[in-house]
């Protein structure tokens, strides 16, 4: 644990939340700054910092989590989909505890996930598929 990490006191009980799911590897909580109704973070127990550095079975039960909390908003709320997605680094968040988002989404929230586009070119889509596929 981490005493400068919010989520790490959550998992210990040392600071509230309205948590939804507690697994032996996993703690699922309503975020308390929502985005939507039901806006839901999953975090492991151990404090990590990035979702896709944890060890495999860690990684398995937050996303085993993930889909066991999803189902449970999905049966409660009613939405209209969901936006599911993790962020790390520096540019993208403020907390360095690995965790996943789950947003319902809802036909008149104001949730805006859109990406700029461009198109993938074949060159630099047989470039880059080389250059990741050299690394795995």
Partial sequence: MHD???FCRIVAGERSA???SETEH????????PATTGHSLVVPRTHESDVLTIDESTATAVFETVRTVSNAL???LEP????????????VGTVEHA?????????????????????LEADEATQLRNRVRGHL
Avoid: K
């Fill in 18 to 20: 309205y948590v939804l």
């Fill in 26 to 33: 996993t703690v699922a909580f309503l975020d308390e700054n």
């Fill in 99 to 119: 965790h996943v988002h789950l947003v319902p989404r809802f036909a008149d929230d104001d949730v805006s996930l859109s990406l700029p586009r461009t198109r």
């Fill in 74 to 76: 999905e049966t409660a």
């Fill in 80 to 91: 209209r989909g969901f936006s599911v997605f993790h962020t790390s680094g520096p540019l």
């Fill in 4 to 6: 400068d990490c919010e």
